[in-house]
């Protein structure tokens, strides 16, 4: 009996799972999406997706989507997906036109939410050449991202912020290429169809303070072993003196 309830349980549980019950899907409300950017969307980019860090630990993306709907994810620790959170959402239109979230309802899109991802439906005259932008949360010093649409990509770095030095910097996938512009850094990559765009990053001036704590350490480290070769030899000459040493030399023969 206890077996039949088990597996009874068990089911109601997948039926529940498959039907999507479990976690639920919510619509983002309207003031979270229709809130103001800290700066302007890149909708100019050439690229297919271009991502803006801020030195705040968020990030501003525009995606060129030619899909009736996106879905925006990142992946936890375990590998599992998790719904992107998402605000100052606009769709801008071919012609120029940009609508909010509020207004990209009210002509047939919406932007729901479940414990996986979160699904932008665009609006029902959406075209094929419209671009998405929206504003997310990062990482300090770090942003990943799976590819959420193929193409072309740029990453603009904040002020100061270098990825070439090993131990602090690196950048996937390969194939990419920097430029320097002003005081930001842009990384770009032709074509990108898989997998996750991760920078590690560091401000310039994190550079100085390794180099110091570096020499720092060095110089403490190597008095340290000076001092103590100097305990030794001491302790060396005052046993001779004692005589010592003599007696373990009679010893030994």
Request: hydrophobic share 35%; charged share 25%.
């Amino acid at each position: 009996m206890n077996r039949r309830l088990l597996v009874g349980v068990a089911g109601l549980a997948l039926l529940l799972v498959t039907a999507g019950c479990l976690g639920g899907t919510s619509s983002v409300s309207n003031e979270r999406l229709d809130s103001e950017p800290t700066a302007s969307y890149a909708w100019d980019a050439e690229t297919d997706a271009h991502i803006t860090v801020q030195q705040n630990g968020r990030f501003r993306a525009v995606y060129e989507v030619n899909s009736s709907s996106v879905e925006l994810y990142r992946f936890d620790g375990f590998g599992s997906r998790t719904p992107l959170p998402v605000e100052s959402l606009r769709y801008r239109y071919p012609n120029g036109t940009v609508v909010n979230g509020t207004e990209l309802k009210a002509r047939g899109g919406d932007v729901t939410q479940n414990n996986r991802i979160t699904n932008v439906t665009l609006p029902a005259d959406a075209d094929s050449e419209g671009k998405l932008a929206f504003t997310s949360s990062s990482t300090p010093k770090r942003f990943s991202l799976p590819v959420l649409v193929e193409g072309s990509y740029e990453v603009v770095l904040p002020p100061d912020r270098r990825v070439s030095f090993p131990i602090f910097g690196s950048v996937r996938p390969q194939g990419y290429e920097t430029e320097l512009v002003g005081d930001q850094l842009h990384i770009t990559w032709t074509d990108v169809t898989d997998g996750s765009v991760v920078v590690q990053f560091y401000l310039q001036r994190d550079l100085g303070i390794f180099a110091a704590v570096a020499a720092v350490s060095l110089l403490v480290g190597g008095a340290g072993i000076l001092y103590y070769r100097r305990q030794i030899e001491a302790l060396r000459e005052r046993r001779e003196e004692l005589g010592l040493d003599v007696e373990d030399r009679d010893r030994k023969r």
